[in-house]
């Protein structure tokens, strides 16, 4: 979806939330602590929990027009983590106040 998804029985899922474009996103894990994701020592898992940047209005549009030049399919999302891990650092830079 572009926007909220108001038929989603899970909204609100973050506390900033203006944007469900990326429910599963495409950085998961990015491992940096600087948007609010952790590690869940005991379970060694990384958690988006209180990451609201990728659902915020101006970094999900950065991060929509980057992944068209990257991702030709789902695999990719696998396959190019690096890469797609460089696209984050590049919209955090542009979005980030």
Known sequence: PK???????????HKALEACDFCY?????????LTGGEWIKNKDVWS?????????EEPCQAVRKGLEDILEDKN????KHMELLKLRRECLLKTLK
Do not use: N, T
């Open 3 to 13: 926007g909220l998804d108001y038929d989603c029985e899970y909204l609100p899922c």
């Open 25 to 33: 996103c495409p950085f998961y894990p990015c491992a940096d602590g």
């Open 48 to 56: 988006c929990q209180h990451c609201d940047w990728i659902h915020l």
């Open 76 to 79: 990719d999302l696998k396959a």
